[in-house]
């Protein structure tokens, strides 16, 4: 299956979003999962180079390098790739049609909400036929944001994801560290605790 995370705004999570569902697959699946990065600011493969790989349930390369990786001979069950922030309309057709799933990740303020309907329009126009469904990201928990958002969504006949990405901190400490979330360390070398 090959999954593809895009949105028409940047700083919604994607990256951190593309990270965690190639670890998810992986773990679920005992699969064998790439993870490409197509976004030119390189998030996961910074976030990767910054970790032992051999700690990562997955492998991440750039989209340059992408077709040299199979002419090698390496195989993947599954690929993830994450995509610039508002890729160009050619680049966003060339990506959908090797598409089986379109994971459209929006924050849960309306700065995002409002955003979504021109994407979805761009989709249209391009003649998407992909399934698509959208992950709330950079969930405040202290709030109701949250279910505003799934509710606004489902309102307009629009698939969400039942889980969510929190705002947390320890996000931040991931990537610096180049893990997972849940292997993520404070300064003092302690596993960071995050809220249920």
Known sequence: MIITT???KGGVGKSTLSFHLAAAIAEIDTAKVLLI???VNRSVLNWAERSD????PFTVIGEKHASKWFQKGNKADHIVVDTQARPSDEDLKDLL???DLLVVPTTAQALSLDTLPQFLKRLENLGAKVPYTFCLTIVDGRTKDEQDARTFLQAHDQ???SGFMRAFSA???ASAQGVLVKDARTDAG???AMPG
């Open 97 to 99: 049609e090797d598409t």
């Open 6 to 8: 895009a949105s028409d």
């Open 53 to 56: 790989s051999t700690k990562l």
């Open 171 to 173: 996000y931040t400490k």
């Open 159 to 161: 698939p969400v994801l």
């Open 190 to 192: 302690k596993k960071m």
């Open 37 to 39: 990065d197509g976004d």
